[in-house]
């Protein structure tokens, strides 16, 4: 699977079972407007994604693909 996120107001933070957005990780895992994140995504991965701003609403759009084949 192909997940693809865009920021169209506010933050969003992402977290992953791969160590992204996590405190030590070189990705902060904040998207901000503007932003592109693509995460293939197989068996097993676990995300997620939330609103970083205690105070205000995070607009995005979240689009996930499935590929008609699995790559080679």
């Known amino acids: 699977m192909e997940?693809?996120?865009y920021v169209l107001e506010r933050e969003l933070?992402?977290?992953d079972s791969m160590g992204?957005?996590?405190a030590s990780a070189i990705n902060s895992g904040v998207i901000?407007?503007?932003d592109v994140q693509r995460m293939s995504a197989g068996t097993?991965?676990?995300h997620s994604e939330?609103?970083?701003?205690?105070?205000r609403s995070t607009?995005?759009?979240q689009i996930w693909i499935k590929p008609k084949f699995i790559g080679i």
């Not at 939330?50 to 105070?55: A, E, G, P, Y």
């Open 3 to 5: 997940i693809i996120s």
């Open 13 to 15: 933070a992402h977290k």
């Open 20 to 22: 992204n957005g996590e």
């Open 32 to 34: 901000r407007p503007g």
């Open 44 to 46: 097993g991965v676990m």
């Open 50 to 55: 939330f609103n970083n701003l205690k105070d």
């Open 59 to 61: 607009r995005f759009l």
